[in-house]
């Protein structure tokens, strides 16, 4: 029990090498369009600091949350059908008041490129 302090000291970082080669794992093994709404996602938004998901969030859901009747139909991926299996069609939808708000993107898996496609795309990504 002396040696308490040694053995914290090798197996919180083998714990944590451990953590993170599964999460490692788990990503490499999502299917594709997965991984294209997952680079969306993680993309920067035009609010400083903040992910396009946070920035979602922040704002979209937020409002939800507080009682606005939104509905949310969430993300969706398509695979462009001229190019190859890395480049996706990337759509966020949303129903408010206002009516219906739907922010396309494309996703280049390859090149780990987000290009906003509509004006709803612009507003919460940052290029």
């Known amino acids: 029990m002396r ?17 993170d080669a599964v999460v490692l794992f788990a990503e490499w ?11 969306i996602r993680e993309s920067k938004s ?6 396009v998901q946070q920035y979602l969030y922040a704002t979209v859901y937020h409002r ?10 969430g993300w969706q991926a398509a695979p462009d059908a001229d ?4 480049q996706f069609t990337i759509t ?4 408010d008041a206002n009516g219906q708000h739907q922010a396309l993107w494309t996703a280049n898996l390859k090149e780990k490129k987000v290009t906003p496609q509509n004006q709803e795309a612009s507003n919460l990504s940052w290029q």
């Not at 035009?46 to 992910?51: C, D, L, Q, S």
């Not at 939800?64 to 949310?72: F, H, P, S």
């Not at 966020?92 to 129903?95: I, L």
């Open 29 to 39: 093994r999502q299917p594709a369009p997965q991984k294209a709404i997952r680079l």
């Open 64 to 73: 939800q949350k507080n009682g606005e009747a939104i509905t949310i139909d």
């Open 83 to 86: 190019s190859a299996a890395n």
């Open 3 to 19: 040696n308490w302090p040694k053995l914290v000291l090798v197996m919180v970082p083998l714990a944590i090498v451990a953590v």
């Open 46 to 51: 035009r609010k400083e600091n903040f992910t």
């Open 92 to 95: 966020f939808t949303y129903t």
